[in-house]
């Protein structure tokens, strides 16, 4: 049976894997196993010059005719120039080369290190072997491949093509390496908490529903931790954090994907100004060691990550750029022509939490390029958190902003039971008028909170928006492996 949507070359590419099976090659090899990579290869020449060393990977280019060959060989950690002869390799594992090796190709090669008379750090090859054969091809413009939704769906040839891809998601993993490092060493448990929850609780945004069979019963995709983790603080955890992936049912942009990785952490005894002072750190020290500096162009902006962080009031930063009060927020019937004077449609019910969040988010938000903690939020759009000391409209609780976007998101944990049970039937209240992103009733979490949470302080950062920062992206997407697209039919042609 013939592989489908093959062109003419690769075609001649699926023949010459079965030519080759039959001629007793495996174009499929086993395993191939070296002491070095590439780079280390290269960064050694002057130790390693006499001795025959071995490196594999995917063949990248391939120049020369005749006698003799130049081959680029791409492993993960770097490229190696090969050279292939045919006084070295004999007539028939030349030719073998030359009639069955293409670009894309595995090979396994041994041979000796010298340089070019240009500089270059080459293998002469004395023996290679195939270890995965390629059937199709990569197009001479996948060495700089640039269509965005190609990169997006064959995420596979971006790597390949865009070196600076990979090393994107090097950085990405090193980047949540580090924040793990600083919260062990801070005395934090890393925990696993449900995925799959009967209640979508713990934020307010719409959730994916899903069925479980076996307990009969509708369940939904988790829209955050948070619940789940603060039992563990009324179990006797003292310090607790997840990085865990989360999954709203919301729009698609270059801030938002459906599906995203968020780190939450609970730290009991302490308050949201404990988390603030320990954020800044945190932040500080993942930049300094992913990236050799605190400092980082984002957005054209050069964001600087040395503590301390601007520190401004809700109610402050929302005069200064909106030039409103939560007075007049407050009072619905100025709703509509406050929304007109500032050029703002409301999708969403018109409830005093959503023109509260409509209103930042539209007019505030964009102004907070360095690191800005916003401190002192009003208590309608703050259902989890614990009102201040000296006003009951206002809660303990800070959102951090760099770029313009919200990175961080923390607060003073609310642990009176009965005033957490009155905002959950407020919030059900506001779903019953329409709001989709309203939170529902958890009895279970208020009956943990009866048996007692101590006073705390939590903490969200988006671990997506953290990497686009700190690798000066401006698209989710850039960040995220395989990112969210609309599906394709299989017999859809994409232009190539």
């Given at each position: 049976?013939?592989l489908p ?7 001649k ?7 080759l099976?039959?001629?007793?090659v495996d174009p ?9 990579n590439n780079k280390y290869?290269?960064?050694?020449f002057?130790?390693?010059i ?7 990977g995917?063949?990248m ?5 005749g006698?003799?060959s130049?081959?680029v060989?791409r492993?993960f950690?770097s490229d190696?120039?090969?050279y292939?002869?045919?006084d070295?390799?004999?007539e028939?594992k030349?030719n ?11 090979i396994?090669?041994?041979g000796k290190?010298?340089?070019?008379h240009?500089?270059?750090?080459t293998i002469?090859v ?8 390629a059937?199709?091809v ?5 060495h700089?491949?640039?269509d965005t ?8 040839l ?5 070196r600076d ?8 993993s090193k980047?949540i ?7 062990d060493?801070?005395g934090f ?8 929850q009967?209640?979508?609780?713990g ?10 069979n076996a307990l ?5 995709l ?9 039992r563990?603080?009324?179990g ?5 954090y997840e990085?865990n992936?989360?999954f709203r ?5 270059t801030?938002?994907?459906p ?6 952490a609970?730290w ?7 988390v603030m002072?320990?954020v800044e750190?945190?932040?500080?020290e ?20 040395t503590?301390p962080?601007r520190?401004i009031k ?11 009060t ?6 619905l019937?100025n709703?509509?022509?406050?929304l ?6 409301m999708?969403?019910p ?7 969040n409509?209103v930042?988010d ?5 102004h907070?390029i360095?690191?800005t903690?916003?401190?002192?939020f009003p208590?309608?759009?703050s259902p989890?958190?614990?009102?201040t ?7 303990d609780r800070?959102?951090?902003f760099?770029?313009?976007?919200e ?5 003073s944990?609310?642990?009176?039971p009965?005033?957490?049970y009155?905002?959950f039937?407020e919030?059900?209240?506001a779903?019953?008028?329409g709001?989709v992103e309203a ?14 949470l101590?006073?705390t302080?939590g ?6 928006r953290?990497v686009m920062?700190?690798?000066g ?5 850039e960040v ?5 697209l609309k599906?394709k039919e299989v ?6």
């Amino acid at each position: 049976m013939e592989l489908p949507n093959l062109n003419e070359v690769e075609r001649k590419r699926a023949e010459l894997v079965q030519i080759l099976k039959a001629s007793g090659v495996d174009p499929y090899g086993r395993r191939f196993i070296t002491s070095f990579n590439n780079k280390y290869l290269k960064d050694h020449f002057d130790e390693l010059i006499d001795k025959v060393i071995e490196a594999r990977g995917r063949i990248m280019a391939i120049r020369g005719h005749g006698k003799a060959s130049f081959v680029v060989l791409r492993d993960f950690s770097s490229d190696i120039q090969l050279y292939f002869r045919l006084d070295n390799l004999g007539e028939e594992k030349y030719n073998f080369f030359k009639k069955a090796i293409d670009i894309g190709d595995f090979i396994g090669v041994k041979g000796k290190l010298f340089k070019t008379h240009t500089g270059e750090i080459t293998i002469e090859v004395t023996d290679f072997e195939l270890l995965t054969k390629a059937i199709k091809v990569l197009p001479e413009k996948y060495h700089g491949l640039k269509d965005t939704e190609l990169r997006y769906r064959r995420r596979y040839l971006d790597l390949i093509a865009n070196r600076d891809v990979l090393e994107t998601f090097v950085k990405r993993s090193k980047i949540i390496q580090k924040i793990r490092e600083v919260f062990d060493k801070s005395g934090f448990i890393e925990v696993e908490t449900p995925m799959l929850q009967p209640i979508a609780g713990g934020a307010s945004a719409r959730p994916f529903k899903t069925y479980y069979n076996a307990l009969d019963q509708e369940m939904y995709l988790r829209i955050a931790p948070e619940l789940y983790l603060k039992r563990l603080i009324v179990g006797g955890f003292e310090k607790v954090y997840e990085i865990n992936r989360n999954f709203r049912n919301e729009g698609i942009s270059t801030k938002h994907n459906p599906e995203f990785t968020m780190l939450e952490a609970y730290w009991a005894y302490a308050d949201y100004t404990d988390v603030m002072n320990f954020v800044e750190n945190l932040l500080y020290e993942v930049a300094l060691s992913v990236n050799g500096t605190p400092k980082v162009t984002f957005l054209g902006h050069e964001i600087d990550f040395t503590p301390p962080f601007r520190r401004i009031k809700f109610e402050e930063a929302l005069n200064e750029y909106a030039g409103v009060t939560l007075e007049e927020l407050r009072d619905l019937s100025n709703a509509q022509s406050i929304l007109n004077r500032l050029d703002i449609k409301m999708d969403k019910p018109l409830t005093v939490g959503n023109l509260i969040n409509e209103v930042f988010d539209k007019k505030v938000e964009e102004h907070l390029i360095q690191p800005t903690f916003v401190y002192e939020f009003p208590i309608e759009i703050s259902p989890l958190a614990k009102r201040t000391s000296y006003d009951p409209h206002m809660v303990d609780r800070f959102e951090l902003f760099i770029g313009g976007l919200e990175l961080a998101n923390a607060f003073s944990e609310l642990n009176d039971p009965q005033d957490q049970y009155e905002r959950f039937y407020e919030q059900m209240e506001a779903k019953k008028k329409g709001d989709v992103e309203a939170q529902e009733m958890d009895m279970d979490y208020i009956e943990a909170m009866e048996y007692g949470l101590p006073p705390t302080g939590g903490l969200g950062i988006g671990i997506d928006r953290l990497v686009m920062i700190l690798t000066g992206k401006d698209s989710i997407r850039e960040v995220i492996l395989f990112p969210q697209l609309k599906k394709k039919e299989v017999n859809e042609k994409e232009e190539e």
